[in-house]
């Protein structure tokens, strides 16, 4: 069993930046990737970014890619996910994820999640 625990959401007008936290504890041992996941209002969760824990190699969507950068700190056993240059679009709950991770962006491919933590921006 692995739990997860988001924090850092808030709002912030729309060139700003803010860092999400992921604190992880548990069986975490038995995930290889951890993810980053949002959903908007009204619309379908989506995985913006991922790290595959042994090798530290990230994905991006291409939405995000630029302006987010996903972190670990494996002796803190907590992730990261760095936002600049938000937009009113990047608003939605984010949430934090870890699993198998095959492909990175798919849902279905975690098992464990966060509790959610929201992001709202403004213009």
């Known amino acids: 069993q692995v739990h997860l625990v988001e924090s850092g959401g808030g709002s912030v007008q729309a060139g700003g930046s803010l860092r999400l936290s992921c604190a992880a504890s548990?069986?975490?041992?038995?995930?290889?990737?951890m993810g980053w996941f949002r959903q908007a209002p009204g619309k379908e969760r989506e995985g913006i970014a991922a790290?595959?824990?042994?090798?530290?190699?990230?994905y991006y969507a291409f939405s995000v890619k630029g302006r987010f950068t996903i972190s670990q700190d494996n002796a803190k056993n907590t992730l990261y996910l760095q936002m600049s240059s938000l937009k009113p679009e990047d608003t939605a709950v984010y949430y934090c994820?870890?699993?198998?991770?095959?492909?990175?962006?798919?849902?279905?491919?975690?098992?464990?999640w966060g509790q959610g933590t929201q992001v709202t921006v403004s213009s």
């Open positions: 548990g069986a975490t041992y038995s995930s290889n990737m």
């Open positions: 790290i595959w824990i042994a090798s530290g190699a990230t």
């Open positions: 994820a870890a699993g198998r991770g095959s492909p990175w962006y798919a849902t279905d491919e975690y098992n464990y």
